[in-house]
């Protein structure tokens, strides 16, 4: 696990909310209703995302006895993604379109013709396509409330931050330059001015 040895990549959240009595079972229910599901051609044909075991992304029956270690919890979040090459779908759509016309003998398609004609295409090569799995450690202290993601990318924090809260209904923030100096200023009762902070990029001289 990435989070635990080695060398990681990782951005940092905490708990706004205070967690409530009963939270071990309700958190047992919320990641068994929000556990990871293969990728479904009729309701989710190009992407799903869940929570695994973070020993074993194949399991995703979890229990809290799996991912519970004193004041930590680890998990796994697991995303399967879809994709079409652009160029075969546009290839696989002038074919069908071509066909179309010469079978009802018409020089053209509606525009909702065309995007029909799109979404079946678009769905026939979606079941032909294996998916790309990709895993995400997850550290959790319900003591300090601090949680480490080991992802930098945005698309990959968004889609954790929904899972996370709508797994566990706590609210969740990230821990950055700007949100440790708010935090700075209000313990030390100083000013703090953030709203033109603008990002630098430092470099080294030889």
Not at 48 to 60: C, E, I, K, L, Y
């Amino acid at each position: 696990m990435g989070l635990i040895s080695g060398t990681v990549t990782y951005r940092k959240f905490r708990i706004t909310d205070s967690i409530p009595k009963g939270f071990h079972e309700k958190l047992g229910l919320g990641l068994q209703r929000h556990a990871f599901r293969e990728i479904n051609p009729n309701s989710n044909p190009e992407q799903s995302v869940g929570w695994v075991n973070p020993s074993d992304p194949f399991d995703s029956d979890l229990t809290l006895d799996k991912v519970l270690i004193g004041d930590w919890i680890l998990l796994g979040m697991r995303w399967d993604r879809k994709t079409v090459p652009t160029l075969l779908l546009k290839s696989r759509m002038a074919e069908k379109i071509r066909s179309t016309l010469s079978e009802r003998r018409q020089r053209k398609l509606s525009r909702e013709e065309v995007q029909q004609i799109r979404q079946s295409v678009k769905d026939a090569l979606l079941s032909t396509v294996a998916p790309n799995t990709a895993v995400y450690d997850v550290l959790w202290n319900l003591k300090t409330g601090a949680v480490f993601l080991s992802a930098h990318a945005t698309r990959v924090v968004d889609q954790f931050v929904d899972l996370f809260e709508e797994t566990t209904s706590l609210g969740l923030e990230e821990i950055t330059l700007v949100s440790r100096t708010e935090d700075f200023c209000d313990r030390e009762g100083v000013e703090c001015d953030l709203e033109n902070l603008e990002e630098t990029i430092f470099v080294s001289g030889r």
